[in-house]
């Protein structure tokens, strides 16, 4: 009989994967709590949340139980001109948690399309106003906001998209102050930053519908990490242009940073936030763009153009939503707050246990559950080595993706401080002989 990574391998085109050099790719059959299991037996420990999107741990029995209910209720129903339980309790629950400035709810399904709603918003918004000379996105430097063309337009500096840069139109990324434990070196990035956001301002600052950016870390560039401070200067600094501000929290979102949403640690609000990833409890694909009544308002008229034209055909689907509302009462319990506050304490341990255990480890951070450190590797190959990282951290039990020169952990909530531990023991052991 043929395994599941050979049956695999003749059909299926994997993402981010290059096809021909890749290695054999595993085949998973079931997860539990932190783990995750392959045909052969072999058990895990899932340290990146299956691309960020895990928080209680796989096959969680309260989110599957509420998924199995709705199945059989409700699975799906048009959202335009109808709406069901799941979708409105949802947003009732998420209203507690976020700022009262940002009640106002627009579903999709990824990352990308609520990337997606929100440029596409504060576009039309100013169209809306009358205002037609406001054209052009920012960015920082590095951020990542999902595959589709929008998202690659302000996405374009992260490297990601570089096969596509001649189809994407010009926006201006400003230097990200990226920083990490004992940086001596920070007031410096941050003023250059600034600076150079002044001095475009300057010139452009009326020509600008938003600016956009993950607040707090910056995930697919290497959990790059820059101070609530600097944020809260360059959300003043656009604001004084009328410019509309952008969180993307798909990464962030969800206890990620240690609060509910990194935007609790900025002191500045914006006009939209981009959910996704956590939002099911990385169960099923929903996202959420959520906005302010000063935006809504600009698209309500009595003519149809001022409506916002856009939605997708399993938007607010009722089955995600109820998997969506089961996470958020758990996220929600004191138990699991606890849990994030000791994981990044013992990230802290482990980071130390790492950097006096190999000297090439620099640049340790933490942000809630969150730990990355860079690998500064003398030898010429170190692009091999870093791609070789990944498999060996697999033989060891444990899934991990270096980004770069990066090595971060992103565990789901429910991973126990043992398990955390052991696996800072593992990598450990395996960067000393590298
Ligand atoms: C993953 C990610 C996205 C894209 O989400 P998808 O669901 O993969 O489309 C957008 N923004 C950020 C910050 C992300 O981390």
């Not at 096959?59 to 959202?79: G, R």
């Not at 500096?157 to 596509?164: A, D, L, M, P, Y």
């Not at 009595?302 to 109820?322: D, L, V």
């Amino acid at each position: 009989m043929l395994t599941l990574t050979e049956r695999d391998k003749t059909l299926l085109w994997h993402p981010f994967t290059q096809e021909k050099t890749a290695k054999d790719i595993i085949g998973i059959t079931r997860g539990s709590g932190s783990y995750l299991y392959d045909e052969a037996g072999r058990e895990y420990i899932d340290l990146i949340s299956s691309w960020w999107v895990n928080l209680h741990g796989h096959a969680h029995p309260e989110i599957a139980n509420s998924i199995c209910l709705q199945a059989k209720t409700l699975e799906h129903v048009i959202f335009a001109g109808y709406t069901h339980t799941p979708a409105v309790s949802l947003c009732e629950n998420l209203g507690k948690l976020l700022p009262e400035t940002l009640q106002r709810y627009f579903f999709s399904d990824n990352g990308s399309t609520a990337v997606e709603v929100a440029l596409k918003m504060s576009f039309q918004y100013w169209r809306n106003l009358g205002n037609s000379k406001r054209k052009h996105f920012i960015c920082l430097e590095g951020g990542y906001h999902g595959d589709t063309f929008g998202a690659m337009t302000v996405g374009q500096s992260s490297g990601f998209h570089n096969s596509f840069l001649d189809a994407l139109s010009r926006v201006f990324a400003i230097p990200f102050p990226a920083t990490w434990d004992n940086d001596l070196d920070v007031d410096r990035k941050e003023s250059n930053s600034i600076k150079a956001l002044e001095s475009y301002l300057e010139v452009h600052g009326e020509e600008i519908v938003a600016i956009i950016l993950e607040p707090l870390v910056q995930g697919a560039s290497g959990m790059r990490m820059a101070r609530p401070s600097f944020f809260e200067k360059v959300i003043k600094l656009v604001r004084s242009y009328d410019i509309l501000v952008i969180f993307d929290e798909v990464m962030t979102g969800f206890g990620r940073t240690g609060t509910d949403f990194a935007l609790h640690q900025i002191c500045e609000l914006p006009d939209f936030v981009c959910l996704s990833k956590g939002l099911t409890g990385g169960f099923l694909p929903l996202a959420l763009t959520v906005t302010t009544d000063r935006v809504y308002s600009a698209f309500l008229s009595n003519e149809w153009r001022y409506a916002f034209a856009h939605g997708h055909s399993y938007t607010a689907n009722p089955i995600a939503c109820a998997a969506a509302v089961a996470s958020l009462e758990i996220l929600e319990r004191p138990e699991t707050r606890a849990a994030i506050s000791s994981l990044s304490q013992a990230h802290r341990r482990g980071l130390d246990h790492l950097q006096s255990k190999c000297g090439f480890v620099r640049h340790t951070r933490v942000k809630g559950a969150i730990s990355a450190f860079e690998l500064t590797l003398n030898d010429p190959d170190s692009v091999k080595t870093m791609a070789n990282l990944k498999y060996k951290f697999q033989e060891s039990g444990l899934i991990l993706r270096p980004l770069g020169n990066t090595v971060y952990l992103l565990p789901p909530y429910c991973t126990t401080l043992i398990d955390l531990e052991n696996s800072y023991t593992k990598i450990a052991s395996i960067l000393e002989k590298i």
